[in-house]
């Protein structure tokens, strides 16, 4: 007997239910931990491969880590210092995964040549917290960081309306231009200022973070176009070198500077707007804590799913709230 037209929709829908039900309940089985080897009672191997341990920022995030990791006794931090260079943190990465490291925490140095080593890493089933600065595939497990662009995007809106509203010729130095904070920075920024049509971008040069490059090539900016009013910096070491450059031109009462990482300690860039050498910073947070955070999740709480992104919060530092938040930084 033929089924009724009836029946074959009861059937048909009955048959849609079952699988809508069975790939729920595929889900379900297929959700295992990200972590190969997970659970509260364990000790775990966090290895992080630093971009380079010169760069204040850097020394910075790696304090951040030795002195909030001391909150997790499950955990033991191996830290690897890049040294600035794509072959060496290629070699400290791969070593990592020969000792099969628990999670693996990174800063590449530059994005395309550190993305194939990571790759091997995130699908050998280690889990791959990046750190600041991306890889150019999607094999990570997470990403914690500011948002570049938005960060930059509002120091060029401070330079537009409160520092240069009456307009005027303005100067950026770069980062290294292979990285992605660099790029999203330098992004950011021009579209910051182009609110602003009276602000007339003259130069742009990358100096690759560095205090020494940023000192040379301000320099030759200066001497190039005498009347630039404001340099932007992605970080607070080439902020730092354009002071410098600035004073030995006899231009610091004419240059307006706005740096990036908002850096404390004596010699970080919190100190020199609260001293009125800047005129701003931006700070960068290091994201360890929120770093850390995933690893517990991932590590200790055998974690299915941790989010994609981590967007950690910045702050604007300007001659209002410079000298307070100077007293008030540990160092």
Not at 66 to 77: A, C, G, H, M, S
Not at 287 to 299: H, N, Q, R, T
Request: proline content about 6%; glycine content about 8%.
């Amino acid at each position: 007997m033929r089924p009724s037209t009836g029946r074959l929709a009861a059937l048909a829908l009955g048959t849609g239910l079952a699988a809508l039900l069975t790939g729920g309940a595929a889900q379900a089985a297929d959700a295992k931990p990200l972590a190969k080897v997970c659970g509260p009672n364990n000790q775990y191997v966090i290895g992080f491969s630093q971009a380079n341990f010169k760069e204040p920022y850097r020394e910075h995030v790696n304090h951040e880590l030795d002195r909030l990791v001391k909150q997790f006794p499950q955990f033991k931090i191996v830290m690897a210092d890049g040294q600035a260079s794509d072959n060496t943190q290629v070699s400290q990465v791969e070593n990592f995964l020969t000792q099969q490291v628990d999670i693996l925490f990174i800063s590449p140095f530059e994005a395309a040549p550190l993305t194939p080593v990571v790759t091997r890493v995130y699908k050998s089933g280690i889990p791959v917290i990046e750190l600041d600065r991306k890889t150019s595939g999607e094999d990570y497990t997470s990403f914690v960081g500011g948002d570049n662009r938005e960060i930059a995007k509002e120091a060029g809106e401070y330079a537009a309306k409160t520092l240069l509203p009456d307009g005027g010729e303005v100067a950026i130095l770069e980062g290294l231009p292979s990285s992605s904070p660099a790029i999203e920075r330098l992004e950011g920024f021009k579209a910051g200022i182009a609110g602003n049509p009276k602000l007339k971008v003259v130069a742009v040069q990358p100096v690759d973070w560095m205090e020494d490059k940023a000192v040379t090539v301000f320099s030759a900016m200066l001497q190039a176009h005498p009347d630039i009013k404001l340099v932007y910096a992605s970080n607070d070491l080439a902020a730092a070198g354009a002071y410098i450059a600035a004073k030995q031109a006899g231009k610091v009462d004419q240059v307006q500077i706005i740096g990036t990482d908002g850096l404390p300690g004596p010699s970080g860039g919190i100190r020199s707007v609260a001293e009125g050498q800047w005129a701003a910073t931006m700070v960068y947070p290091t994201g360890a804590a929120e770093a850390l955070d995933l690893a517990k999740k991932i590590l200790i709480d055998c974690a299915t799913s941790v989010p994609r992104t981590v967007t950690v919060s910045s702050q604007l530092i300007s001659k209002d709230n410079a000298k307070d938040l100077y007293k008030k930084e540990q160092f």
